[in-house]
């Protein structure tokens, strides 16, 4: 048990770490009104990679659990942002910005699912 946690946090780490950095670099290029464009990015990245991850161990090694908790789990798991996503969306609600809490949702679900699809694709 001690090394699954251990596998999970050293991997929710990385992600966790990888995700403020894509958020900052994001944010760099973004105007205020779209600094939910980092949320989206990391969203997306984390929806390819853990298609990818997925794909392949299902592909090459459906039994290894140590990668399933370090990858999927863990960095996975620290890199997206679905809490941030709903904070932003209840946000974009107060303000009444009905046509950006729209087309936010829709884009991130249809091209996270999209991009998890893509990234199974390349794995397997």
Same mark, same amino acid.
């Given at each position: 048990m001690f090394k699954e946690i251990l596998y999970v946090g050293l991997g929710g780490g990385i992600g966790s770490i990888l995700?403020?950095?894509t958020s900052k670099i994001v944010a760099r290029y973004a105007h205020d009104y779209f600094l939910f464009l980092g949320t989206f990015a990391a969203n997306i990245i984390g929806c390819l990679l853990i =298609?990818?991850?997925a794909g392949w161990m299902l592909t090459?090694?459906?039994?290894?659990q140590s990668f399933r908790l370090l990858f999927i789990v863990g960095?996975?798991?620290g890199y997206t942002t679905f809490s941030a996503f709903a904070f932003?969306?209840?946000r974009l609600l107060e303000l009444g910005q009905w046509p950006l809490?729209?087309?936010?949702?829709?884009?991130?679900?249809?091209? =996270?699912?999209?991009a998890v699809?893509? =990234?199974m694709k390349i794995a397997g």
């Open positions: 995700r403020f950095l =298609g990818v991850f090459n090694q459906p039994d290894n960095f996975c798991g932003e969306n209840l809490l729209l087309g936010y949702t829709l884009f991130s679900v249809i091209l =996270g699912i999209l699809w893509v =990234g």
